[in-house]
């Protein structure tokens, strides 16, 4: 340090007791100076990632500082383990923008998937070389995490622990938020006791994919969504590799259950019973009732007093109950797959086309362990 007749700056900063922020800032700027430090705005744009998420209705999307370059509307990019390609740029004001340079903070469209948080931002040649690029990022990561072992549940968790099978509880988390991740891990390791681990194998934002039910099935895990919801498709594979999905909306519910399991006093509980979904084909404004969804029973089915659940783009947008179902201009207790009818979601009228209703009734079972 400079107090000992050296050349490096030392800043005394906190950021809890807001102390020396200012001072730390001067002399950043006063060492980029000194340095005479610049970026290249001509070469291709190179960034990280500050923030990504799902959002609603717009897909993935990321905030990133750019470090170097300049990124273009257009620009194909790599970033973690995803491709993609420039569809749009906002700055930090919401404003639509097509040119960011060196040190400007973008929200960007067009991924293919959520990365994480500090994620280098990398823009390439072409389409091709990005998916080339992280195809080959996917595979290392996918091989590192896969590990041979046997598949378990959180009610058969305490059975195993009597008999000194299990000495570790892995997990694998997926939700629409990125924060919710480093939350729950952080939590999640404080349940950690002498005699078993709670382990986080895999963390990542957007809906659960084959890839986490393939690796919770090789590795003996458990998958947490918080938020997002499991296709048709993922639920079949999920049980046919006896994979355990938990789905839940607050994050010191899964804790709960985690911790119950863990010393064996899950009491009974009323579990989530699926019974149908439907696409929304059509959406109707029907006065003094509001907005009606044209639908068609795509799996099991719709009953009039079930709960209901809105997915769009595999993320929970509203979570209620079923106002009214008709058939044509009939009321109707149940339709069934196959089947086209118009219902009505309680106080929630931003249903789109495309959307899809999940149908689902609370049932109180007793927990075995």
């Given at each position: 340090?400079?107090?000992?007749?050296?050349?490096?700056?030392?800043?005394?900063?906190?950021?809890?007791?807001?102390?020396?922020?200012?001072?730390?800032?001067?002399?950043?700027?006063?060492?980029?100076?000194?340095?005479?430090?610049?970026?290249?705005?001509?070469?291709?744009?190179?960034?990280?990632?500050?923030?990504?998420?799902?959002?609603?209705?717009?897909?993935?999307?990321?905030?990133?500082?750019?470090?170097?370059?300049?990124?273009?509307?257009?620009?194909?990019?790599?970033?973690?383990?995803?491709?993609?390609?420039?569809?749009?740029?906002?700055?930090?004001?919401?404003?639509?923008?097509?040119?960011?340079?060196?040190?400007?903070?973008?929200?960007?469209?067009?991924?293919?998937?959520?990365?994480?948080?500090?994620?280098?931002?990398?823009?390439v040649t072409d389409?091709?070389?990005?998916?080339?690029?992280?195809?080959?990022?996917?595979?290392?990561?996918?091989?590192?995490?896969?590990?041979?072992?046997?598949?378990?549940?959180?009610?058969?968790?305490?059975?195993?622990?009597?008999?000194?099978?299990?000495?570790?509880?892995?997990?694998?988390?997926?939700?629409?938020?990125?924060?919710?991740?480093?939350?729950?891990?952080?939590?999640?390791?404080?349940?950690?006791?002498?005699?078993?681990?709670?382990?986080?194998?895999?963390?990542?934002?957007?809906?659960?994919?084959?890839?986490?039910?393939?690796?919770?099935?090789?590795?003996?895990?458990?998958?947490?969504?918080?938020?997002?919801?499991?296709?048709?498709?993922?639920?079949?594979?999920?049980?046919?590799?006896?994979?355990?999905?938990?789905?839940?909306?607050?994050?010191?519910?899964?804790?709960?259950?985690?911790?119950?399991?863990?010393?064996?006093?899950?009491?009974?509980?009323?579990?989530?019973?699926?019974?149908?979904?439907?696409?929304?084909?059509?959406?109707?404004?029907?006065?003094?009732?509001?907005?009606?969804?044209?639908?068609?029973?795509?799996?099991?089915?719709?009953?009039?007093?079930?709960?209901?659940?809105?997915?769009?783009?595999?993320?929970?947008?509203?979570?209620?109950?079923?106002?009214?179902?008709?058939?044509?201009?009939?009321?109707?207790?149940?339709?069934?797959?196959?089947y086209e009818c118009?219902?009505?979601?309680?106080?929630?009228?931003?249903?789109?086309?495309?959307?899809?209703?999940?149908?689902?009734?609370?049932?109180?079972?007793?927990?075995?362990?």
């Amino acid at each position: 340090p400079e107090d000992w007749g050296g050349q490096t700056i030392y800043c005394e900063t906190s950021a809890k007791q807001n102390k020396g922020i200012d001072e730390l800032l001067e002399n950043i700027q006063l060492m980029a100076e000194i340095l005479e430090l610049k970026a290249d705005p001509t070469r291709k744009a190179k960034g990280r990632v500050v923030e990504a998420r799902l959002d609603k209705g717009r897909g993935a999307v990321a905030t990133v500082l750019i470090q170097e370059g300049t990124l273009n509307n257009g620009d194909s990019f790599v970033v973690g383990q995803h491709s993609g390609k420039v569809r749009a740029m906002l700055d930090d004001k919401g404003r639509k923008i097509k040119v960011a340079g060196p040190s400007e903070p973008v929200e960007v469209q067009g991924l293919a998937g959520v990365p994480q948080a500090g994620d280098e931002f990398i823009v390439v040649t072409d389409d091709k070389m990005a998916k080339n690029v992280s195809q080959a990022r996917t595979m290392r990561v996918r091989e590192s995490e896969l590990a041979a072992g046997s598949k378990i549940s959180l009610d058969k968790l305490f059975e195993q622990m009597s008999e000194g099978d299990v000495q570790e509880l892995r997990v694998i988390i997926r939700a629409d938020v990125q924060g919710t991740l480093e939350a729950f891990a952080k939590a999640a390791e404080e349940l950690s006791t002498d005699e078993i681990k709670v382990r986080v194998l895999h963390e990542g934002s957007g809906t659960i994919s084959e890839s986490d039910i393939l690796l919770a099935s090789a590795s003996d895990a458990i998958v947490i969504g918080f938020n997002v919801r499991p296709s048709s498709k993922i639920k079949e594979m999920a049980e046919k590799e006896h994979v355990d999905i938990r789905s839940y909306d607050v994050i010191y519910h899964a804790l709960d259950d985690i911790r119950k399991a863990m010393v064996g006093m899950l009491d009974p509980t009323f579990e989530e019973e699926v019974i149908g979904n439907a696409e929304v084909r059509e959406v109707f404004n029907v006065p003094k009732v509001g907005r009606i969804a044209g639908c068609s029973v795509t799996d099991g089915a719709i009953r009039r007093n079930a709960g209901v659940r809105v997915l769009r783009d595999g993320v929970v947008v509203y979570t209620g109950k079923i106002g009214s179902l008709k058939r044509f201009q009939d009321d109707a207790k149940e339709v069934v797959s196959g089947y086209e009818c118009g219902i009505g979601v309680e106080n929630f009228n931003d249903i789109k086309v495309g959307d899809n209703l999940e149908a689902f009734v609370m049932q109180q079972v007793e927990s075995t362990l």
